[in-house]
């Protein structure tokens, strides 16, 4: 059974830094792209990062400069570094991984397995 599990999130001041991290198991991952999704209240989910098996990362506008995404394949982690946090990062944070064949890194249909979620909330 393949599961991926969040962990890092957590209360954090304004210009603060966390590092959300994303066990993987029961599938190694390596071959395939993994991910960092976020949904605030009220909005829709949305892409925030991804690294594909080679390590080429891909950002989001608003979080790039601010946001690394890395993985180490032989823990079968990925990894979410977020500094100069902003309130407007304040949302629930998913780990996806594996995009289906033919779709899209940005897009959340795309991906095959999903984490249950960290809350990441940033005070003002």
């Known amino acids: 059974q393949v599961q991926l599990v969040e962990s890092g999130g957590g209360l954090v001041q304004a210009g603060g830094s966390l590092r959300l991290s994303c066990a993987a198991s029961g599938r190694t991952f390596s071959r395939y792209a993994m991910a960092w999704f976020r949904q605030a209240p009220g909005k829709e989910r949305e892409f925030v990062s991804a690294?594909?098996?080679?390590?080429?990362?891909y950002y989001a506008a608003s979080v790039k400069g601010r946001f690394t995404i890395s993985r180490d394949n032989a823990k079968n982690t990925a990894y979410l570094q977020m500094n100069s946090l902003k309130p407007e990062d304040t949302a629930i944070y998913y780990c996806a991984a594996e995009v289906r064949s033919g779709g899209s890194l940005y897009s959340s249909i795309s991906y095959n397995y999903w984490g249950q979620g960290t809350q990441v909330t940033v005070s003002s």
């Open positions: 690294i594909n098996w080679s390590g080429t990362t």
